[in-house]
């Protein structure tokens, strides 16, 4: 797998980076509830992000992501801290007001986040 990734280039390395990243943040704030954020580095606003509302127990739900060309990927390279905090600004009702109107400008970066929250590691079949 480690080969794979290799071979794939920087821009797997930069998608691996922000998976890691996103489960970094995910694991010190668990889940996001419904609302709008900011991710913020360098107390500048780099991001925004929209959870749509859901139901209680629901296990599977989407987050869903635009980056500027400002948000720098958190590595060992670049060790920039990154925080995620309820918004100041607009709160999107929808995901299709999210998408819309919030701000994309040229080299803007859209992430979609498919979260599994659950009590239970998965089973494999090994």
Not at 60 to 66: G, S
Not at 70 to 94: L, N
Not at 95 to 116: C, D, I, K, M, Q
Request: proline share 5%; charged share 20%; with cysteine.
């Amino acid at each position: 797998m480690i080969r794979f990734l290799l071979r794939g280039g920087r821009r797997i390395a930069a998608i691996c980076v922000l998976l890691s990243a996103l489960g970094a943040w995910s694991a010190l704030l668990a889940q996001l509830d419904y609302d709008t954020y900011d991710i913020v580095q360098a107390e500048a606003v780099v991001g925004t992000i929209h959870v749509p509302e859901r139901v209680a127990g629901q296990e599977v739900y989407a987050e869903y992501r635009v980056l500027s060309s400002r948000y720098i990927y958190p590595s060992q390279k670049d060790p920039v801290a990154t925080e995620i905090r309820s918004s100041t600004g607009v709160h999107y009702t929808s995901v299709a007001n999210f998408f819309t109107t919030v701000p994309f400008p040229e080299g803007s970066r859209y992430v979609l986040v498919a979260a599994f929250d659950s009590a239970s590691l998965p089973r494999t079949t090994e």
